[in-house]
């Protein structure tokens, strides 16, 4: 589930709720990010979200009801009765439009630091099970690092044609498939060293020092 996606012929996304700066706020916390990445796979009550993250109950309602109150779950009554809520996603997964890095940047960065936290964690829980695999699935999956020198163009195509990719592939399908948890970033590498040019206007003569 990313969440800067295009729109293509078969979107993914298409359910997905767009955010704005009020519900970007919403989903900007590492932990509410992890509550609701859980009830985006299946309904579920406080209690269970409380036992599978190892949080207080306490905590795990505080998070529920920031996630109601931004609009990103509500309670389904045909599963709960009057001692246990049950909670569903009101979306497919969520859009971040690129506007907000400029109208809300501290946020979108908060936003992607919780992504990334949330990668990582299920990064490593597939590595801990990396070598006991089946044979085919173990030598299937791969991790990989590349560094490349591109142009804009050229990272705006890879990026294209990248998405192109998974959507192709999640629209084949097969008899014995298992979900297969793709990760994928593209970014200018950090560091000062590789940072835009901007143009400089001269020193004139007698200025410099």
């Known amino acids: 589930m990313t969440h ?20 970007l706020r919403g989903l900007a916390h590492p932990l509410r990010m992890r509550v609701y990445l859980l009830i985006q796979k299946r309904p579920a009550t406080g209690k269970s979200i409380a036992e599978r993250l190892d949080i207080s109950s306490a905590s795990a309602s505080y998070h529920l009801r920031q996630l109601e109150s931004y609009g990103f779950i509500e309670e389904d009554t045909s599963l709960g009765h009057s001692r246990e809520r049950w909670w569903r996603a009101v979306h497919q997964g969520f859009r971040l439009p690129e506007r907000l890095d400029t109208e809300a940047p501290e946020l979108t960065t908060a936003l992607r630091h919780a992504l990334a936290a949330g990668w990582s964690e299920r990064l490593g829980a597939a ?15 791969f991790m990989a690092d590349r560094t490349v020198s591109l142009t804009l163009e050229q990272m705006e195509r890879f990026r294209a044609e990248v998405i192109g990719l998974l959507d192709r592939y999640a629209d084949e399908g097969g008899t014995d ?30 200025d410099a020092s």
């Not at 800067?4 to 519900?23: G, I, K, M, Q, Y």
């Not at 590595?127 to 999956?141: C, F, G, I, K, M």
């Not at 793709?182 to 950090?190: L, S």
């Open 4 to 23: 800067e996606h295009e729109p293509t012929a078969h979107d993914p996304f298409e359910n997905a709720a767009v955010l704005d700066a009020r519900s």
């Open 127 to 141: 590595v801990n099970l990396w070598s006991a695999q089946p044979e085919r699935w173990r030598e299937a999956q």
């Open 177 to 206: 498939e298992r979900t297969v948890n793709v990760q994928f970033a593209a970014f200018p590498t950090p560091g000062p060293e590789n940072e835009p040019e901007t143009d400089v206007p001269p020193v004139p003569p007698g």
